[in-house]
């Protein structure tokens, strides 16, 4: 998913994508450990894709604390 699809999520949806990309990742690192996991990359991708949801969820949480004041 591309920077700009997800600044457009709202927090609500950030916070429900941040909990299903963790789920994923972990049923992939179980699958790599058992052997089964075909494409390694996609746990890089996995992860990435979750570092970026989890750096838009904590910019828009500074953002509602700097609104609210």
């Given at each position: 998913?591309?920077t700009?699809?997800?600044?457009?999520?709202?927090l609500?949806?950030?916070?429900?994508r941040?909990?299903?990309?963790?789920?994923?990742?972990?049923?992939?690192?179980?699958?790599?450990?058992?052997?089964?996991?075909e494409k390694?990359?996609?746990l890089?991708?996995?992860?990435?894709?979750?570092a970026r949801v989890e750096?838009?969820?904590?910019l828009?949480?500074?953002?509602?604390?700097?609104?609210?004041?």
């Open positions: 998913m591309k700009n699809e997800i600044r457009e999520f709202s609500n949806d950030l916070r429900a941040k909990l299903s990309l963790g789920e994923e990742a972990f049923h992939l690192r179980l699958q790599q450990q058992s052997g089964q996991l390694p990359s996609q890089r991708a996995i992860r990435r894709e979750l750096t838009f969820i904590t828009k949480n500074k953002t509602a604390v700097v609104a609210s004041k």
